[in-house]
């Protein structure tokens, strides 16, 4: 064999392996699977409902330093134990305030444990002397959920989705905010605008509450043997001065969100709920039912007027039947998504561009939101009563893929508060008319976007194609 020829066998080798590799990571999520049977036959749209008030209460959570604060607030309150679940985790300064909280609260003998996403847990926490400062506190343990296993490809797509805070056995909150930058506090330019609900519990003694719900399904998550522990072998004196930092932002805090250290009035803060009800995709790292797609499915087709905000749309063929034939049944189906030159998803965005014909021929009416910031938004109105908020996002990843949460509520005042915030968005958006041309509300406002950014879009538009159920 000559020399060119061994390269040339080295090549390709080398290109065979790499594309075996890829099979691997991709083959097992290629089939999507169908919800059983014996799931759809527990299911029913009735138990979401109640005629007469529960035990929970609620607010709307809807601004960044608001988020930020309710953490502080939760966290200082907090006299037992603090559950943190989060898809990204940074140790920027948002999330430093969140680890401070936790420092102090552990100090004072608070249990606290933390989960986060495998890819997060790789990216951001893997050697990082502020979470190994955390990891080193005798009441603080904490677990990424399916650490990255190059060994295991099969295994890389499966992400935790969950963002949610829980305190004691007494309130909650949940929603699709990270622990970053560019959901808590006001620390950075480019914030993504999101929301999360607030509950409290009223009935320590009451029973199948939604508290109750998601404490035992952190529980089965928190079991998992793909939720592995997060160690530090070595107090470093580099870790020892995260220490000192983080104990001297805790002090910074209270003089930055004195309100976090306030005496609050729960019950005055938030309002009433019929009905509060956990929705949940299958935890296992693996290729999923689409458990939370069909119940949210199955609640719009209970509706005669529905609006979804999702930040951007990656359908597959099966997600697009159900749209049809949801659109077919009602008086009005509304989705509020990201405009593709305000995103800050830009596959959501380029796949937006290529599929638009075929979201718009389902019968949707879209709006293209171009705010202040980009949404982040996951929510779903069914007529007057019905609000669904939670993590899930409009696409194949979150239906067959992560594990995913939204809460069902049932709430008149709740869900007339968020129609208002969907009429001022309105303002801010265009839609199709029957005409093919848009009519744009009286606050869009069109921006043209860079050359570097419609080079990115033109190539993504054609790069993504064979891979948007991954996206």
Not at 131 to 145: P, V
Request: proline share 3%.
């Amino acid at each position: 064999m000559t020399h060119k020829s061994r390269k040339k066998w080295i090549f390709l080798s080398l290109l065979m392996v790499f594309l075996f590799y890829l099979c691997l990571v991709a083959i097992p999520y290629i089939p999507h699977k169908k919800v059983s049977e014996e799931y759809k036959e527990q299911f029913d749209t009735a138990d979401y409902y109640s005629e007469k008030p529960g035990t929970e209460r609620i607010s709307y959570v809807d601004d960044n330093t608001e988020a930020l604060i309710y953490r502080l607030k939760m966290i200082e309150e907090a006299k037992e134990e603090i559950i943190l679940s989060t898809f990204d985790f940074n140790a920027d300064t948002g999330g430093k305030d969140v680890m401070a909280a936790l420092l102090h609260a552990a100090d004072r003998g608070v249990r606290v444990r933390v989960i986060v996403d495998g890819i997060s847990g790789f990216l951001d926490m893997r050697g990082n002397p502020y979470f190994q400062a955390l990891a080193l506190h005798e009441n603080i343990t904490l677990k990424i959920y399916n650490p990255v296993n190059l060994l295991k490809p099969w295994k890389l797509q499966a992400r935790l989705h969950d963002k949610y805070v829980i305190v004691d056995n007494s309130m909650y909150l949940l929603g699709g905010r990270n622990t970053t930058d560019l959901f808590l506090g006001d620390y950075s330019e480019h914030q993504n605008m999101d929301r999360e609900l607030f509950v409290y519990e009223t009935d320590p003694e009451a029973e199948n509450t939604s508290l109750s719900q998601l404490l035992s399904y952190f529980e089965e998550v928190w079991a998992l043997p793909d939720s592995r522990e997060y160690t530090c072998k070595k107090n470093t004196e580099k870790i020892q001065n995260c220490f000192a930092e983080l104990e001297a932002r805790y002090q910074e805090l209270k003089a930055l969100y004195p309100q976090a250290w306030t005496n609050w009035d729960w019950q005055a803060r938030t309002m009433a709920t019929n009905k509060i009800t956990l929705l949940t995709n299958p935890i296992e790292a693996e290729n999923k039912a689409p458990h939370i797609w069909y119940s949210l499915h199955q609640l719009i087709l209970t509706g005669d007027s529905v609006t979804l905000y999702t930040p951007y749309i990656i359908c597959g063929k099966e997600m697009y039947a159900d749209l049809a034939s949801a659109a077919e049944a009602l008086t009005s189906f509304e989705i509020n998504t990201n405009d593709v030159s305000g995103g800050a998803n830009p596959f959501g965005c380029t796949d937006y561009l290529n599929q638009k014909k075929k979201i718009w021929s389902t019968g949707v009416t879209v709006y293209e939101y171009l705010g202040p910031y980009s949404s982040h938004k996951k929510i779903l109105l069914i007529d007057d009563r019905m609000s669904i908020v939670g993590s899930y996002n409009l696409d194949m990843r979150s239906t067959y893929q992560d594990t995913e949460l939204m809460l069902a509520v049932d709430a008149p005042e709740l869900n007339a508060l968020i129609r208002q915030e969907v009429a001022e968005d309105k303002t801010y958006s265009r839609t199709m008319t029957e005409s093919g041309e848009y009519a744009c509300g009286e606050n869009y406002e069109a921006v043209d976007m860079s050359l570097g950014k419609r080079i990115m879009y033109r190539l993504l538009r054609v790069l993504t194609v064979p891979v948007r159920r991954f996206l």
